[in-house]
């Protein structure tokens, strides 16, 4: 049985391993205040462009999120997402669970427009609704498209516009920028966003995702709210360790870029077979119309992600690639097609 569904089924990229094990038994010191930390802190600085950012390793995308919006937000505030956000659809109501309300717009390609924005807007105007105070995407979505600098300059200016917090859940973050049809950079995301976070947990660390806070009213007291919300960890070099690894000699884009040359190739024996996709992406996720006869027996030797019924004979499922995925499982199901 060959798992495409998702990009976490490995456990790391041999490298970070090695490093994790070469540190064992010397002693750090605790909650993310050691040298390995700083380190990482350093290089992803470096990377974007920007000294001044403040950056926070965390072991998880749900409390990252869950977090930087519930600190961000007064307690009547709102963040607006797309309808398949992940914020909406599965973090079991975590933003909710704080008091905020997830403003969720409909989308037929996982993405936010400016258009969807002032929807949100126009509609709550006063003091009985909520009031939408922050904009939430990711890139790569939860769909597997992305946004290009020209639309993410565009919900900049939107935001700018209406004193909106913008920020970039970058779980998948390595597939977006690796894509080849990305015009993104990692500098241009912490020119155009207020935070954002770097994903490694789905790009062959361990587990990890690195906050960048690059507005200022963001920044002041933030650990104290990471200690709150029980997500300080005491061992917390085993992150710094991992993002010391994953921003030195490009690993972090050489993992991404790896998984979606994988999925390239499933994606060109599909089409070549004449499937068709739900959605249009370039990255590590798929979603391929398949017959439902068809999808029975690859279950037999393959493990994915059913996403939706799309008629009486025809299903969408999902297929993920990662860091690990070899080009022999690749193989392998281009042949069971």
């Known amino acids: 049985m060959y798992s495409f569904t998702n990009d976490y089924s490995e456990s790391a990229h041999p490298q970070i391993l090695k490093a994790l094990i070469n540190s064992n038994l010397i002693q750090h010191t605790g909650y993310s205040l050691d040298s390995h930390t700083d380190h990482a802190k350093e290089l992803i600085c470096e990377e974007i462009h920007c000294p001044d950012a403040d950056i926070h390793l965390i072991v998880g995308g749900t409390q990252t999120n869950l977090i930087t919006i519930s600190t961000a937000l007064r307690p009547y505030q709102?963040?607006?997402?797309?309808?398949?956000?992940?914020?909406?659809?599965?973090?079991?109501?975590?933003?909710?669970a704080t008091?905020?309300?997830?403003?969720?717009?409909?989308?037929?390609?996982?993405?936010?427009?400016?258009?969807?924005?002032?929807?949100?807007?126009?509609?709550?105007?006063?003091?009985?609704?909520?009031?939408?105070?922050?904009?939430?995407?990711?890139?790569?979505?939860?769909?597997?498209?992305q946004y290009s600098k020209a639309e993410l300059e565009k919900l900049?200016?939107?935001?700018?516009?209406?004193?909106?917090?913008?920020?970039?859940?970058?779980?998948?973050?390595?597939?977006?920028?690796?894509?080849?049809v990305n015009d993104l950079t990692l500098p241009d995301i912490a020119e155009l966003t207020d935070v954002f976070y770097i994903g490694g947990t789905k790009n062959g660390a361990l587990f990890g995702e690195a906050l960048v806070i690059v507005n200022e009213e963001l920044k002041p007291d933030f650990r104290y709210m990471i200690k709150q919300r029980g997500a300080m960890l005491a061992k917390?070099?085993?992150l710094g360790i991992q993002f010391e690894e994953l921003f030195q000699n490009n690993l972090f884009y050489t993992m991404a870029s790896h998984a979606?040359?994988?999925?390239?190739?499933?994606?060109?024996?599909?089409?070549?077979?004449?499937?068709?996709?739900?959605?249009?992406?370039?990255?590590?996720?798929?979603?391929?119309?398949?017959?439902?006869?068809?999808?029975?027996?690859?279950?037999?030797?393959?493990?994915?992600?059913?996403?939706?019924?799309?008629?009486?004979?025809?299903?969408?499922?999902?297929?993920?690639?990662?860091?690990?995925?070899?080009?022999?499982?690749?193989?392998?199901?281009?042949?069971a097609l």
């Not at 119309?289 to 068809?294: A, N």
Request: proline content about 4%; charged content about 20%.
């Open 260 to 335: 979606n040359e994988m999925a390239s190739r499933l994606k060109k024996a599909l089409t070549d077979k004449g499937y068709s996709f739900a959605y249009d992406s370039c990255t590590n996720q798929l979603f391929p119309i398949l017959p439902d006869e068809m999808i029975e027996r690859l279950k037999k030797d393959f493990s994915f992600n059913m996403d939706r019924r799309i008629d009486a004979s025809h299903s969408c499922i999902r297929l993920v690639t990662s860091w690990a995925t070899t080009k022999e499982g690749i193989e392998a199901f281009i042949r």
């Open 156 to 180: 900049h200016h939107i935001c700018r516009r209406n004193h909106l917090y913008l920020f970039m859940d970058g779980a998948r973050m390595g597939a977006a920028l690796t894509s080849p």
């Open 236 to 238: 917390g070099w085993l």
């Open 78 to 96: 709102a963040v607006i997402s797309a309808v398949t956000g992940h914020i909406n659809v599965h973090e079991t109501g975590a933003i909710e």
């Open 99 to 145: 008091g905020h309300k997830v403003l969720a717009m409909p989308t037929t390609d996982g993405k936010l427009t400016p258009d969807l924005i002032q929807q949100a807007l126009d509609f709550h105007t006063d003091e009985h609704m909520v009031q939408p105070k922050m904009v939430y995407i990711s890139n790569s979505t939860e769909v597997g498209t």
